[in-house]
């Protein structure tokens, strides 16, 4: 079997795979006020089977984990059909789902019958209203309605990942870590990123990794010890508590950037290839695959494209060339 290398060495054993770039909630640091719903024709879209073939060339080429993402993915109404074409098509592979969850309910043992197994919700608060206004008009009990029922159903892990912002939501940590305990959650705290303009417009809210950990301790009332995640080969480092055998993961792209393990790439909607989540280096696999290429020329092409994988993303730097880029597109 073919591995993808980078330039710098760097194996690629992971895709994101972005089913759609539209989005039910609009929270504020990573879509615009206006216009949430990205344009777009249906024909602009990747079909099921053209994100299957993808992802069955990358399986090919050494990728042993695809994530679902959007948007928010189970926006898409084949998304269990891809998924059980994927899963059925490439043994042993870890499957798994990013979601807001407002729809988790109706659709979580339809997707573990599917094969996923793996969850990570997006949940920046426990407290109503403060979920109302960051996300835009969302309802906080459908999305802790589908959290419940995923539980039941068996998913394991389910990671909740929340956008910490000073002034924001920064008051619901301890009520976040408090809460993931109780109910056996994996609970993960992500630095704001300057992607977008939605991004960058939100980054006087930023809290670094260190002052998070550092808020943890205090509440936890005892050090936070370096762990190893079971189960993703993501971003995330891990820590735990020796006392209340509890974990707690943190994502630090800007305060401490994790790009020379990097081991990703991401797949967008509309078939684009992005090397990196903080600079622009991409290529179309859309246009090729209905301009009639073979599965050896797509492994091939996607092979090529590693070549310009960058070393590093350059979030403050690059501000400008960036801010066209919306998180909701490329699927975090």
């Not at 098509?89 to 197994?117: C, F, H, M, V």
């Not at 590093?312 to 975090?332: A, D, P, T, W, Y």
């Amino acid at each position: 079997m073919t591995s993808l290398i980078d330039s710098f060495g760097r194996e690629i054993t992971y895709i994101r795979v972005s089913v759609t770039d539209k989005c039910d909630l609009r929270c504020d640091y990573c879509s615009p006020a206006k216009g949430v719903h990205p344009n777009g024709k249906y024909t602009e879209y990747l079909t099921a089977e053209e994100i299957s073939r993808i992802c069955s060339a990358f399986v090919r080429l050494g990728v042993k984990r695809i994530r679902f993402t959007g948007g928010e993915p189970l926006l898409r109404k084949d998304l269990t059909e891809i998924v059980s074409m994927i899963n059925q098509d490439n043994d042993n592979l870890d499957l798994s789902l990013s979601t807001n969850a407002t729809r988790l309910e109706r659709y979580a043992k339809p997707l573990y019958q599917a094969g996923i197994r793996r969850l990570n919700i997006s949940l920046d608060t426990l407290n109503a209203d403060e979920f109302n206004r960051i996300t835009r008009g969302g309802n906080l009990n459908k999305v802790l309605t589908g959290i419940y029922q995923a539980k039941k159903i068996g998913f394991d892990p389910i990671k909740i990942n929340t956008v910490m912002m000073r002034g924001v939501n920064d008051d619901q940590m301890e009520n976040l870590i408090d809460w993931s305990a109780k109910y056996g959650l994996e609970l993960r705290f992500i630095e704001i990123m300057p992607i977008g303009k939605s991004g960058i417009d939100s980054m006087n809210k930023h809290i670094p990794m260190q002052e998070m950990l550092e808020r943890v301790e205090k509440h936890l009332g005892e050090k936070l010890i370096p762990s190893i995640s079971r189960q993703g080969g993501g971003p995330a480092k891990y820590y735990r508590t020796e006392k209340k055998h509890l974990g707690i993961g943190v994502i630090s792209a800007v305060s401490q950037h994790f790009c020379a393990t990097c081991n990703r790439v991401r797949l967008t909607s509309r078939g684009t290839l992005a090397l990196c989540l903080g600079q622009e280096h991409s290529i179309d696999l859309r246009q090729p695959i209905r301009d009639g290429i073979s599965d050896n020329e797509l492994e091939a092409m996607i092979v090529k494209s590693m070549e310009l994988k960058p070393e590093r993303h350059f979030f403050n730097e690059n501000r400008k060339n960036i801010e066209f880029r919306q998180m909701v597109s490329l699927g975090g």
